[in-house]
């Protein structure tokens, strides 16, 4: 199957700093990729939808001024938390879809537990 | 508004018996659904898909049902084991290549 990697799968910040979170897709090109942010025990919030070579689309409510989305090539999407604060500390996850097999199903990378101090 | 509800109670069985999750969803007209399971701290890994036009459709030990005129799905496990306990997630088709998932429902099979 698909296979999305996600670098770092943890990190410690402190506030006021910026986290780059790196999502790749292993052995498919993702024109889309999809980036989600997941409270304890909530459902996955989509964030934003990544796309190759434009602009991202970003979901009502999320700042794109905050988070900065960058998908430079067909296997590799950044999400850039920028003047990170306590409460931006959250489970990101990204995902894609390997559009070129018709495939609807996401694959989602092992996701970064992202914590501001 | 547009609903994903799921089951926010956790569903305890025992091991081998039937695992039942429902989906239900409002003002959506989703061409598919998916579910998919997560483990803690993990992203979720994709189980089935079920098309608008298909009422049902099995993966091993895995049923899903799509009612388009109740606006549910419904998802066994059958044989249920241990290893079978996780966060199991319903996801819809939300135009624009989205996908929108419900808040899940906790599974635990008891040996």
């Known amino acids: 199957g698909a296979v999305v990697s996600q670098h770092p799968s943890r990190v410690i910040c402190k506030s006021g700093t910026s986290v780059k979170i790196e999502c790749r897709s292993l052995?498919?090109?993702?024109?889309?990729m999809f980036w989600y942010r997941q409270f304890p025990k909530q459902s996955l919030m989509l964030m934003a939808t990544?796309?190759?070579?434009?602009?991202?689309?970003?979901e009502q409510g999320v700042e794109k001024d905050k988070f900065l989305i960058n998908h430079a090539s067909l296997t590799l999407s950044t999400l850039t938390v920028t003047s990170a604060h306590p409460e931006d500390s959250s489970f990101y996850i990204c995902?894609?879809?390997?559009?070129?097999?018709?495939?609807?199903?996401?694959?989602f990378g092992p996701g970064t537990r992202l914590t501001v101090t | 508004s547009q609903k994903i509800e799921q089951n926010s109670e956790a569903l305890n069985i025992q091991e081998g018996k039937t695992a039942t999750l429902t989906c239900n969803y409002t003002n959506y007209s989703p061409a598919y659904l998916q579910w998919y399971r997560q483990d803690p701290g993990r992203g979720p890994v994709f189980l089935l898909l079920i098309r608008e036009n298909e009422k049902e459709k099995r993966k091993e030990r895995l049923k899903v049902t799509f009612d388009t005129t109740l606006k549910q799905s419904l998802f066994h496990i059958t044989a249920s084991q241990p290893a079978d306990s996780a966060t199991y997630l319903c996801a819809l088709e939300g135009g624009g290549f989205k996908t929108i998932f419900g808040a899940g429902t906790r599974l635990f099979v008891k040996a």
């Open positions: 052995d498919f090109q993702a024109t889309t």
């Open positions: 990544s796309n190759e070579g434009s602009k991202a689309t970003y």
């Open positions: 995902s894609a879809n390997d559009r070129d097999r018709g495939s609807y199903e996401q694959y």
